[in-house]
């Protein structure tokens, strides 16, 4: 045998032997799982308290968006979609002549916003009569003008704040009512994350017992930002949830409830009946301190017959409007408010999870008038 023959036998040894340990370890080794990406929102997240906490635990519990951070994104919103009556409004009032046409015109427009027969009416009078009487000629002045009367109607000065405080230790309880399709379930979670965010401590109640999918979407809503969700069986009593929610409440030392109810149909008086129920048998735990109807803003004039069905039953303190990105028909802020003699609280708008802020009157028309 050669040397080089020698050489090579032993070469090819070593890659045999090589490549055989290699597999070994490779087949001994417990494989890693690939990285998870978590739809949390986890910014702030705080260091590991201690060695003995893994490097890579996540918060899950999001943390929901500051209320001002969804104002000015909310305001951008309105202000696309409220900009056709806006727009109706200035161009009448931007002529240099406004006879009786042209105030007719401003008041069809108002009317086609939903504002209401007797709200258009009385916004046109104030309007033309401060106009004449000022001598306003210039387009930058009648802007300011039209904005103070659009500001006055919605009315600055009501309480739009969510009653969320009990007493005597007991929880705030807030009910939120409205029929199928509004909005409601979602009002309810996205409330969760407003009062989280305050901080405030907060129990779901699913009393919705109609719809599984509406308990199994609050308790998601629920998970989210790390609050409780107490539920019963499918087309169980709406208002044992309700108590046992509140009786959870109590005794958690929780600062709000949040009572979502089925979705009823204003037409049907035996199921209105029940929601009044509901209302009854929480009661004997802790007053109800906030009823909010939500109503979703694209149902027009529909929405003001809800509002005062729901009104006669359960005695509403506030409005949700949902959908208000939806609808060219702002003017329904102001119709709904006249109605119920209660105001609109908040506004929702996309679908977001924190695409719900608290209703500014100010900022609303200016929105409107962008």
Same mark, same amino acid.
């Given at each position: 045998m050669t040397l080089l023959e020698l050489i090579l036998i032993i070469a090819t040894g070593v890659l045999v032997l090589g490549g055989g340990a290699a597999l070994v370890l490779t087949r001994g080794r417990k494989e890693l799982p690939p990285p998870s990406v978590s739809d949390a929102i986890t910014e702030g997240t705080p260091e590991p308290d201690s060695e003995d906490e893994p490097a890579s635990a996540v918060d899950t519990i999001?943390?929901?968006?500051?209320?001002?951070?969804?104002?000015?994104? @909310? %305001? #951008? !919103?309105?202000?696309?979609?409220?900009?056709s009556l806006g727009k109706g409004l200035l161009a009448v009032l931007g002529r240099t002549t406004l006879d009786d046409a042209a105030w007719e015109e401003i008041e069809d427009t108002l009317l086609a916003a939903d504002v209401g027969v007797a709200a258009s009416q009385e916004l046109v009078d104030? @309007? %033309? #009569? !401060?106009l004449r009487v000022e001598g306003v000629d210039d387009p930058a002045r009648a802007k300011a003008v039209l904005r103070e009367e659009l500001v006055g109607v919605i009315d600055p000065s009501l309480d739009?704040?969510?009653?969320s405080t009990g007493a005597d230790g007991k929880p705030g309880v807030v009910l939120v009512v409205g029929v199928n399709g509004t909005g409601k379930t979602t009002t309810v979670g996205r409330l969760a994350r407003v009062l989280v965010r305050e901080p405030k401590t907060?129990?779901?109640g699913a009393a919705d017992t109609f719809r599984a999918a509406a308990a199994d979407q609050l308790q998601t809503w629920g998970e989210r930002v790390g609050v409780p969700t107490v539920r019963g069986p499918e087309g169980g009593d709406p208002a044992s949830v309700g108590f046992e929610a509140v009786e959870r409440g109590i005794a958690d030392?929780?600062?709000?409830?949040?009572?979502?109810?089925?979705?009823?149909l204003h037409t049907k008086s035996g199921l209105m009946d029940e929601l009044g129920k509901v209302k009854r048998v929480i009661e004997k735990q802790a007053p109800v301190t906030e009823v909010l109807l939500v109503i979703d803003a694209t149902t027009g004039q529909n929405g003001l017959t809800q509002a005062r069905v729901f009104g006669e039953v359960v005695d509403v303190t506030g409005i949700v409007l949902t959908k208000l990105d939806g609808t060219a028909k702002g003017g329904i802020v102001i119709a709904v408010q006249r109605e119920l003699g209660v105001p609109v609280k908040f506004v929702g708008l996309g679908e977001g999870a924190d695409d719900l802020a608290p209703f500014d009157a100010e900022e609303f028309v200016d929105a409107l008038l962008a």
């Open positions: 999001e943390r929901p968006e500051a209320a001002q951070g969804r104002l000015v994104r @909310l %305001r #951008t !919103r309105l202000a696309r979609s409220q900009g104030h @309007l %033309r #009569t !401060r739009r704040s969510l009653a907060v129990v779901l030392g929780t600062d709000v409830v949040l009572v979502d109810t089925a979705g009823r």
